[in-house]
């Protein structure tokens, strides 16, 4: 608790912590449960259609937690490796540990709060996840399906009734979205300790999946489509797979949920990614 | 006396570089040490190394005799004062007080012995560097540690801010203290210091008491036109060096302390008479130019 409670000291005073945080917590729901109702409306006929709109408690957990996903990389993540860098361009890594912090105690303190910035992450993508399942429930079904209804009545099929079923049916993605953010922050944290320079360190983390998308393609085209789906950053996206334009559109569609397999790949690389960290941290002078 | 530090073998190299070469030295309780050398010889990489920021290459260092971190006892500057630049003075104290364990009680102690009690609201990124280098003495001492290391304290300063410094120091020295202080400057480290090292390009040139320089052996400048002054020199007793000035002057030196009115009773006796004679006392300028030329 002392090393969280100094952490936070650190950052309480830091504007643009709160200026990121803000925005993190303002925008998500405007996002995930405004942004859908807003775009939309009558079509035709009394016909509404609001294509951004979940149409399944399933999928809105599943929406709310993607969109999270990606607002976390760019907020949160950037909060993080902002802090830890700072401490670099400051000096003030170096004196904490001379004030008397170990080297441990100091990376103890930073994972301590990586942790807690996951949790709290987590608890309000949960938290809004549940306004907006509450608030999509409430809609009466027949402004939220009648598009989906007269598309199938247009091609001949049978008209499709959609339940939106329980408010927590699909919140096992809220787990999905803390274990893919776990693994992306310590990723972040590892590209923090290793290049100690802010813009540098920023750059090359959101770089890194660009590269990591080009090497794919490369490694695709040679035929080695099982390595693939064992990279760093795919491997973590894949806990919360990218949409299909059907998903958007259908406001149906629900990916297919992490392996087992996948979940201890990514583990792994979060191991990996924070005993990287401790070694840097530990084996390279405090400059 | 306990040692406080014991530093040996302690190398530190940068790729092919040496900073630090094979630097043993102990420091006791209640010294006040100085660590000499011209900028590049190796003084911050030193401490920097017992402060667990620099890992050593090769070579060990104890703080009170043992490996463990016991920094909680020790207050330290390396450097710049170094603090969050968007917190207050307060606030960046609390922090150091955390990390420390030390009583929140303490911050208002310290800032009022700093004289930046009245200021502590303000951000630190607004101090002058005088004020900077007494909030970091201040941080250094909220937990009231046994050993203070101070790096260069007084680099920066103006005059008056130098003397504030060296008096705040002397008063932290005249509590018991041990301080381990290194500077470029050999007046303050003569000024301040009771026991000193030498390094130059990291290596140690010498280890001493300052008195054994400035003080205990007595030199005097010592004239007159009679040319048998030379002759008479050369046959004192105790006599350890001496060193033409000008034609009818000499400093001459002795291996123990002398009075002056028994130098000048000896060329008196000899029936030579001094149109002037003066004691020298050697500064560590000296000693240092001497010793690192």
Request: hydrophobic share 45%.
């Amino acid at each position: 608790m002392r090393l969280l409670r100094i952490e936070w000291m650190k950052l309480k005073g830091n504007k643009s912590f709160w200026i990121f945080s803000l925005i993190f917590m303002v925008f998500l729901p405007f996002l995930v449960v405004l942004l859908p109702s807003m775009l939309g409306g009558e079509v035709s006929g009394g016909v509404k259609m609001y294509p951004l709109m979940p149409k399944t408690a399933e999928n809105t957990w599943y929406i709310v937690t993607l969109t999270s996903s990606y607002f976390t990389m760019f907020i949160l993540a950037f909060i993080l490796i902002y802090h830890i860098v700072n401490e670099f361009n400051y000096r003030t890594a170096r004196q904490n540990v001379i004030d008397g912090f170990s080297r441990m105690q100091y990376l103890q303190g930073k994972l301590l709060l990586m942790l807690l910035l996951c949790v709290l992450a987590t608890i309000y993508v949960f938290l809004t996840g549940l306004i907006a399942t509450s608030y999509f429930g409430s809609i009466p079904r027949e402004e939220l399906t009648s598009f989906t209804e007269m598309m199938g009545g247009m091609m001949g099929t049978k008209p499709v009734v959609i339940e939106y079923g329980g408010l927590l049916e699909g919140v096992s993605m809220v787990g999905n979205y803390f274990l893919q953010i776990l693994a992306y922050f310590s990723f972040a944290m590892f590209v923090s300790f290793l290049l100690r320079k802010g813009a540098l360190a920023i750059l090359v983390f959101f770089a890194s999946f660009l590269i990591e998308v080009i090497g794919r393609g490369i490694l695709s085209a040679y035929g080695y489509e099982t390595i693939v789906s064992y990279l760093p950053l795919k491997s973590m996206s894949m806990i919360l797979p990218n949409p299909g334009i059907e998903t958007i559109v259908s406001g149906m569609a629900v990916p297919n949920p992490a392996t087992i397999e996948n979940i201890v790949v990514v583990l792994i690389y979060s191991g990996v990614f924070i005993l990287g960290s401790i070694l840097l941290f530990k084996k390279r002078d405090i400059s | 006396m306990e040692n406080v530090l014991e530093i040996n073998g302690l190398t530190k190299r940068f790729g092919s570089f040496t900073a630090v070469n094979n630097l043993s030295l102990t420091v006791k309780r209640g010294q006040v040490y100085g660590i000499l050398g011209p900028n590049g010889s190796g003084k911050t990489t030193t401490l920097g190394m017992v402060l667990d920021v620099i890992n050593p290459s090769e070579g060990s260092y104890k703080w009170f005799g043992s490996e463990e971190n016991q920094r909680h006892r020790i207050g330290a500057i390396l450097e710049h004062p170094i603090f969050y630049p968007d917190l207050s003075g307060q606030r960046n104290l609390e922090i150091s007080a955390a990390i420390k364990n030390a009583p929140k009680e303490n911050i208002e102690k310290v800032l009022k012995r700093v004289e930046l009690w009245e200021r502590r609201k303000n951000s630190f990124k607004s101090f002058s560097l005088g004020m900077k280098q007494r909030l970091a003495i201040a941080a250094a001492l909220l937990s009231d540690p046994e050993v203070l290391v101070l790096d260069e304290p007084t680099n920066g300063l103006d005059p008056q801010g130098i003397n504030a410094m060296r008096e705040l120091i002397n008063s932290i020295a005249a509590e018991g203290k041990t301080i381990i202080i290194s500077s470029h400057l050999l007046d303050e480290i003569q000024k301040m210091c009771s026991h000193f090292i030498i390094l130059k390009n990291g290596t140690l040139l010498k280890e001493g008491i300052i008195n054994d320089i400035t003080g205990g052996k007595k030199s005097f400048i010592v004239g007159s036109t009679n040319p048998a002054l030379e002759q008479l020199i050369d046959a004192m007793p105790h006599l350890t060096d001496k060193k033409q000035l000008k034609p009818t002057e000499w400093l001459i030196a002795f291996d123990t302390e002398i009075q002056g009115d028994k130098v000048n009773e000896y060329f008196v006796s000899n029936e030579v008479y001094l149109s002037q004679i003066q004691e020298h006392r050697t500064s560590l300028e000296e000693e240092f130019l001497q010793i690192t030329k």
